[in-house]
């Protein structure tokens, strides 16, 4: 039978790196009974952070190599939504959509993007959620105009990696945020480790309307190295240590010489874990256009790896 109430969407913003697949792998644990469907937003044409969530056993589409909030990418998300979403919400088969932008998206246009694409007689967005990392957050605040578009948009933002800050950065950050944004509710937690209201709503608000931005659009550059054979894992620690602070994201899993490892990092905090999950082996490294350079240095250091 066919289901006539809008289907529930909870939007989740962040810069790289900020937390946001770690928040909704939270929301996966604590809500068991949600019938849950992550779409993912990928700005480099690897599927990282997809894998990752489809471990925790929810189905999880994609749309990769761009915003989904520019020209080129927005028809790929409506035809998703339309198409695959929309048949498994009457089907019964999930309750709520929880959207994870690119790190670097302007989700200025959502209002934009829902009405003139018919997507707001299906569905509602009920939260916009923002992430932010407080030792980054000042300086990306000042000089990415789609990291102030994120704060602005949101109703909740997230002031996540507290335990890497001291109370005086926190309470900057606090006033930074309620400048931006005087009507956000303003939460704090270590590793998104916070309890969150997935059903709750945000009442009377209207959505940013401005127009999708153009393909060419975001000022960012990625590469993707993929490994033939399994690397070292001494030299791949080695090469993470050695990243100057213009590489503003690595991720991937890669198959090393101690197992299969994943790979994390912003701009002072690499972490390489165990994982349990074997896939192509791969990283994923993005820069500011104006660190392209930079951005090819690193990349044929790492390609070096590969032999």
């Known amino acids: 039978m066919k289901r006539t109430t809008p289907i529930p969407v909870t939007l989740v913003t962040g810069f790289l790196g900020s937390g946001k697949t770690t928040f909704l792998l939270r929301l996966a644990q604590s809500h068991p009974r949600e019938k849950i469907l992550f779409l993912v937003n990928e700005f480099a044409r690897d599927n990282i952070d997809g894998t990752t969530l489809a471990t925790s056993g929810r189905p999880t589409h994609s749309v990769v190599g761009g915003s989904l909030f520019c020209e080129c990418k927005a028809a790929d998300f409506v035809r998703l939504m339309r198409q695959e979403v929309t048949a498994l919400y009457h089907r019964d ?21 829902m009405d003139q694409h018919g997507l707001s007689a299906d569905f509602e967005i009920r ?15 000042a000089n990415l105009p789609s990291v102030r578009a994120q704060v602005q948009a949101c109703d909740t933002v997230i002031i996540n990696q507290t335990d890497l800050a001291s109370a005086a950065q926190i309470e900057r950050l606090y006033r930074l945020v309620s400048a931006a944004n005087p009507g956000a509710t303003l939460l704090s937690a270590d590793h998104c480790d916070l309890p969150f209201d997935l059903n709750g709503r945000t009442a009377d608000r209207t ?23 399994p690397v070292r894992i001494t030299a791949l620690r080695a090469w993470l240590e050695a990243l100057p602070p213009a590489v503003l994201r690595v991720k991937g899993r890669v198959r090393t010489s101690a197992g299969w490892r994943e790979v994390q990092h912003t701009v002072g905090n690499s972490a390489i874990t165990l994982s349990d999950h074997e896939d192509k082996s791969c990283l994923v490294v993005i820069t500011h256009d104006r660190n392209e350079p930079t951005l090819h240095r690193v990349v044929r250091k790492l390609q070096s790896l590969n032999v």
Do not use: M
Request: glycine content about 4%; some cysteine; charged content about 15%.
């Open 93 to 113: 088969e999930i309750t709520h959509v929880v959207i994870e932008t690119s790190g670097i998206a302007d989700p200025s246009a959502i209002g934009r993007l």
């Open 127 to 141: 939260r916009i959620v923002n992430i932010i990392s407080p030792l980054r957050f000042p300086r990306l605040l």
């Open 207 to 229: 959505l940013p309307t401005a127009p999708l931005s153009t393909c060419d659009a975001n000022p960012f550059t990625t590469a993707t190295v993929t490994f033939e054979r």
